[in-house]
C-alpha cells in the first residue's frame, strides 16, 4: 500500500507481460494509489469501517474505468478484503490464496509468516492460509517491533539497509528451527529487502506470487 509497494507491482506487471508476451507489450492497468498516512492512522486507531468504506470506492472506481481483476497490493488492509471484494462484480484476487496455493505446490504442510506485526497477530491473514490445510508459524512476539520497524521506518521509504536484511534471514532461520518447511514474505515491502538468494529456507515472496498469480488470469 506504500508507493514503494505500488512501484514495484508496477514494474513486475509490465515485466511479466512483456516476457510473456514479447515485443513491445505491456501491461494494461489501472491504479488506485491510496494516501498511506490516512489509512495507517485509521488502523492504529481501530477505525475499520472506514478504512472498508474508503477501499471499497476505490475498488468501485477501478472497476468503473475497466478493471476485469482487482488485486490489493498490501496484507494488512486484507482484513476489509471482504468488504471490498463485496463491492465490484469483477474477480477479486486474495492475496492469502495466492501464497497458500504457492506453499501447497512445493508439497509443504507447514509455513511460516513474516510480516507487520498486525498481520502476525490478527487472524484475518493467518487463518485465511490455514484454510487451506497449512500449517502457519509467525516469529516470537519479540521479534515483532524490529519487523515493524525495518516495514515502517526503512522500506516503505525505499531504504534497503544490509543489516536489517541479516535480522530478517535470522527469524527466516528461526521459523524454520520452529518446524516451518518455507517462509512468506507476507509484507509486500519485505521481498525489496530478502531475496531466495538470502536464504537457504525456500522463501514465498508475495508481491510476485500475486502478479504472477494475476497475469495467468488477466492473459487466459
Given at each position: 500500500m506504500?508507493?514503494?509497494?505500488?512501484?514495484?507491482?508496477?514494474?513486475?506487471?509490465n515485466?511479466?507481460?512483456?516476457q510473456?508476451l514479447?515485443?513491445?507489450h505491456?501491461?494494461?492497468?489501472v491504479m488506485?494509489?491510496?494516501?498511506?498516512?490516512e489509512?495507517?492512522?485509521?488502523?492504529?486507531?481501530?477505525?475499520?469501517?472506514e478504512?472498508?468504506?474508503?477501499?471499497?470506492?476505490a475498488?468501485?472506481?477501478?472497476e468503473?474505468?475497466g478493471?476485469?481483476?482487482?488485486?490489493?497490493?498490501?496484507?494488512?488492509?486484507?482484513?476489509?478484503?471482504?468488504q471490498?471484494?463485496?463491492?465490484?462484480s469483477?474477480p477479486?484476487?486474495?492475496l492469502?490464496?495466492?501464497?497458500?496455493?504457492?506453499?501447497?505446490a512445493?508439497?509443504?504442510?507447514?509455513?511460516g509468516?513474516?510480516?507487520?506485526?498486525f498481520?502476525m497477530?490478527?487472524?484475518?491473514?493467518?487463518?485465511?492460509?490455514?484454510?487451506?490445510?497449512?500449517r502457519?508459524?509467525v516469529?516470537?512476539?519479540?521479534r515483532?517491533?524490529?519487523?515493524d520497524?525495518?516495514?515502517?521506518d526503512?522500506?516503505?521509504?525505499g531504504k534497503?539497509v544490509?543489516?536489517?536484511?541479516t535480522?530478517?534471514?535470522?527469524?527466516?532461520?528461526?521459523?524454520?528451527?520452529?518446524g516451518a518447511?518455507?517462509?512468506?514474505?507476507?509484507c509486500?515491502?519485505l521481498?525489496l529487502?530478502?531475496?531466495?538468494?538470502?536464504?537457504?529456507v525456500?522463501?514465498?515472496?508475495?508481491?510476485?506470487?500475486?502478479?504472477?498469480a494475476a497475469?495467468?488470469?488477466?492473459?487466459?
Amino acid at each position: 500500500m506504500s508507493w514503494e509497494s505500488s512501484l514495484e507491482y508496477y514494474k513486475l506487471l509490465n515485466l511479466g507481460v512483456e516476457q510473456r508476451l514479447g515485443g513491445l507489450h505491456s501491461a494494461r492497468t489501472v491504479m488506485s494509489s491510496v494516501e498511506f498516512h490516512e489509512l495507517t492512522e485509521l488502523q492504529r486507531a481501530g477505525r475499520w469501517d472506514e478504512v472498508g468504506t474508503l477501499l471499497a470506492d476505490a475498488a468501485r472506481g477501478l472497476e468503473a474505468a475497466g478493471a476485469d481483476l482487482l488485486l490489493m497490493c498490501t496484507t494488512a488492509f486484507h482484513t476489509v478484503a471482504d468488504q471490498v471484494e463485496a463491492a465490484v462484480s469483477v474477480p477479486f484476487l486474495h492475496l492469502a490464496d495466492v501464497v497458500a496455493q504457492a506453499c501447497q505446490a512445493r508439497g509443504l504442510s507447514s509455513v511460516g509468516l513474516i510480516g507487520t506485526s498486525f498481520a502476525m497477530q490478527q487472524p484475518f491473514f493467518v487463518d485465511r492460509i490455514a484454510s487451506h490445510g497449512l500449517r502457519v508459524v509467525v516469529p516470537d512476539e519479540s521479534r515483532h517491533d524490529t519487523i515493524d520497524r525495518i516495514i515502517y521506518d526503512e522500506l516503505v521509504h525505499g531504504k534497503v539497509v544490509d543489516t536489517s536484511r541479516t535480522t530478517v534471514v535470522g527469524v527466516i532461520d528461526e521459523l524454520w528451527d520452529a518446524g516451518a518447511q518455507g517462509v512468506i514474505l507476507g509484507c509486500t515491502e519485505l521481498e525489496l529487502l530478502v531475496k531466495q538468494a538470502d536464504s537457504e529456507v525456500p522463501v514465498f515472496p508475495c508481491t510476485t506470487l500475486h502478479v504472477e498469480a494475476a497475469l495467468d488470469r488477466a492473459l487466459s
